[in-house]
């Protein structure tokens, strides 16, 4: 059965009446690790790690589709997290003050991609 992990509270509260979610109060690179953390357990990534082309210095919040324990491991998603934990260590994440709207902004946008995939 699939599930979401996520850092983005508007997904868990908008979302976790049709599937399971796993909510973590962590970074967004905290997120891929998360998920690297899963792949190696068996499971299979259902979405991109770095889905919308938004760069992750652009944003706080990231949802990540994974589906249950497979046998094994699935090659195809460890390259894919270990590629995208790789990009998002390429970006500058900048320290600046944003402003409680554009978090607001940056949560619906999260939504609204992985609500696409559902």
């Known amino acids: 059965m699939r ?12 979302l976790e009446d049709k599937i399971r979610i796993e909510f973590c109060d962590i970074s967004l690179k ?3 690790f998360r998920a690297r953390d899963y792949v190696h357990m068996g499971y299979k990534l259902m979405s991109h790690p770095l889905s919308g ?6 944003t ?3 949802t990540i589709m994974l589906d249950d324990k497979i046998e094994g491991l699935d090659m ?3 390259k894919l997290i270990e590629n995208s934990i790789i990009m998002a260590n390429n970006f500058e994440v900048r320290d600046i003050k944003i402003l409680e ?6 949560m619906t946008v999260d ?7 559902l």
């Open 101 to 106: 709207q554009h978090k607001e902004d940056m």
């Open 111 to 117: 939504l609204s991609i992985i609500s696409g995939r």
């Open 60 to 62: 706080l919040y990231k």
């Open 53 to 58: 082309s938004i760069k992750p210095n652009e």
């Open 76 to 78: 195809q998603s460890l």
């Open 3 to 14: 599930f979401l992990l996520t850092n983005n509270t508007l997904v868990k509260s908008k």
């Open 30 to 32: 905290e997120i891929l």
